[in-house]
């Protein structure tokens, strides 16, 4: 036998099963019950204040919400598909325990603000959790920075070698990118914490709410300004998928690399076993499988966003049942990106980075070619004319095998009479490395600085 709908007045007919089935919610919506009770208590604060509950009422109410509280947590309760949603099952289940008063909770609100609060308490919570997340991950990439300001390794363009860097400027490249992802998510939060209770159905409640009172006691610093708007609104969660799918952008950009770096013709850094996984075939194979994850579930939550983007585009105000539609994809995307940070925090943590020698940077890429045009344009050559000219240089030792340090004064004047011996200075790895000294450079007393700044920055 179906259990009787909240809306079953109108109704002559019974639900299909096959239709309820369809409809419900619960199977996915049952993870927001704390955030339910939450704010049912805090509405039933919110009725006694108003007189529409008494005391006596408004206690029995909290103490039931409480006590259903104890019973989901410790496993005992059961969710039930036919009452559709996470709400209907704690309302029900509150009558039983506390009989008429229980079907007074519900006075003045509808199940439209009342998930649209559940959801922005689940968010604003999630949303601090990441951030923290990000925050540990930000402090493991400073402390691999901090180890490694003296260790040198080609920097890249189109994947092809450029110039020499310090690897702690490299890997302090993404903790400015993590760093604006931090502000994204604070950002977000702001229009996240705005309380939306009292909006009811679209129109707004009939009775006298203080709705700044709720706000008050559920710590939201403001309230929505339309009822139609708190209720229909899911812009913060799409504002959110659009700060995660970046974030996981960032943190795929780093897999990369670290991918690339841990092979055998990079050989830059050597990750835990902890983080990796072997073959079942290949008896020889370390797999850096935590990284490959990370990147393969990027495309993943730009889905989410792809999702929530179609789900609003041609929804009319106020509340439709598409909706329900919006919380699979959030609460995925930030279950794997949590995920994601923990195991990429866990993995960069443990991670072992060797350094290049010398003599292997100097023979790879001719990484000083900017340096010998720079050195020209110092000794007052136009940079297009340097260019050239180092150009046919480096034409030269492609010709000879030979690389851009194993030249003589001599073949360096056939170039240009320019040419003197302190060029042998700038064809110097370190001495290229530090000769980038403009603030935000990759000359290792700027890389230093800037480590005492993310330092502050990332308490």
């Not at 990118?177 to 502000?183: I, L, P, S, T, V």
């Not at 020698?357 to 020209?376: M, N, Q």
């Not at 690389?403 to 040419?419: M, N, V």
């Amino acid at each position: 036998m179906q259990m009787k709908k909240p809306w079953s007045g109108r109704f002559e007919q019974a639900t299909d099963d096959l239709m309820i089935r369809f409809s419900q919610s619960v199977s996915f919506d049952r993870r927001l019950y704390a955030y339910d009770i939450q704010g049912s208590i805090a509405h039933c604060k919110t009725l006694q204040k108003a007189k529409l509950v008494t005391s006596a009422e408004s206690k029995k109410i909290i103490g039931g919400l409480q006590a259903i509280l104890k019973e989901i947590e410790s496993g005992q309760f059961v969710f039930k598909q036919e009452l559709e949603d996470v709400h209907m099952n704690i309302e029900k289940r509150l009558i039983e325990k506390i009989g008429a008063a229980g079907g007074k909770l519900h006075t003045g609100r509808s199940r439209n603000d009342q998930v649209a609060l559940d959801l922005r308490l689940y968010m604003r919570d999630e949303i601090q959790h990441i951030e923290q997340s990000l925050k540990r991950l930000g402090r493991t990439l400073i402390a691999q920075a901090k180890k490694h300001v003296n260790t040198i390794i080609p920097g890249y363009t189109h994947l092809q070698r450029a110039q020499p860097v310090s690897l702690a400027h490299h890997l302090l490249a993404y903790v400015e990118m993590f760093a604006r992802d931090r502000a994204r998510l604070q950002d977000v939060l702001k229009r996240v914490n705005v309380m939306p209770l009292g909006s009811a159905a679209l129109a707004g409640s009939g009775y006298p709410l203080d709705r700044h009172y709720t706000a008050r006691l559920l710590k939201f610093p403001a309230v929505t300004h339309n009822s139609m708007d708190a209720v229909s609104d899911r812009d913060h969660v799409v504002e959110f998928l659009a700060a995660a799918s970046l974030l996981m952008a960032h943190l795929s950009r780093l897999c990369e690399e670290i991918i690339l770096w841990a092979s055998s013709e990079w050989k830059l850094v050597e990750l835990s076993d902890a983080f990796t996984t072997g073959s079942s075939i290949m008896p020889q194979k370390k797999n850096p499988d935590a990284a490959e994850l990370v990147r393969g579930k990027t495309g993943r939550v730009y889905g989410h966003l792809m999702n929530l983007l179609t789900l609003l585009k041609g929804q009319p105000l106020a509340y439709n049942k598409d909706m329900q539609e919006d919380k699979e994809p959030l609460f995925d995307a930030i279950d794997t990106v949590g995920t994601a940070l923990d195991v990429f925090d866990g993995m960069m943590k443990s991670a072992q980075f060797t350094a290049p020698s010398i003599a292997t940077l100097e023979a790879s890429g001719f990484l000083t070619a900017t340096e010998i045009a720079d050195y020209l344009v110092l000794k007052g050559m136009p940079f297009r004319d340097a260019h050239e000219v180092t150009g046919k240089a480096v034409a030269y030792c492609l010709k000879h095998k030979k690389g851009l340090s194993d030249l003589s004064l001599d073949e360096f004047q056939s170039f240009s009479p320019k040419f003197k011996k302190d060029i042998f200075d700038y064809v110097s790895i370190e001495g290229a490395v530090d000769r980038k000294n403009v603030y935000g450079g990759t000359a290792r007393n700027q890389v230093r600085e800037q480590l005492k700044r993310v330092t502050q920055e990332w308490k």
